[in-house]
């Protein structure tokens, strides 16, 4: 599974940063590691560089094998609350696609 990282111009995306959070999401998302090939994180400051409640994004897009993408989105005051956020929804849709998969 291999994890894409893709930031705004005021979005922080360095090498430190991409490393972590690419082994929290690859952690979180071990158990649907066989079904995933992809997974592209595309992290937003909606304000630039100005503070604000919920105006940092993260999209997570989950490409699977033999199947369409799907796309998940979080907003949060931190970058780490977006993504953990986006973490957790995309776990939801993974349960529940994979587990029609395995019924039939």
Known sequence: M??????DKSTKG???NQDF?????AAELYRYQYHITRIEVHLTDENGGKEGINDKLC???ARLEG???????????????????????L???LE???????KY
């Open 14 to 16: 360095d090498e430190r």
């Open 67 to 89: 199947r369409k993408p799907i796309a998940v989105s979080n907003k949060a005051d931190t970058i780490e609350k977006a993504i953990s956020g986006s973490i957790d929804k």
């Open 96 to 102: 529940t696609i994979i587990g029609r998969l395995q």
């Open 2 to 7: 291999k994890i894409q990282f893709n930031t």
């Open 91 to 93: 776990k939801n849709s």
């Open 59 to 61: 999209l997570l897009e």
């Open 21 to 25: 959070f690419s082994s929290q999401i």
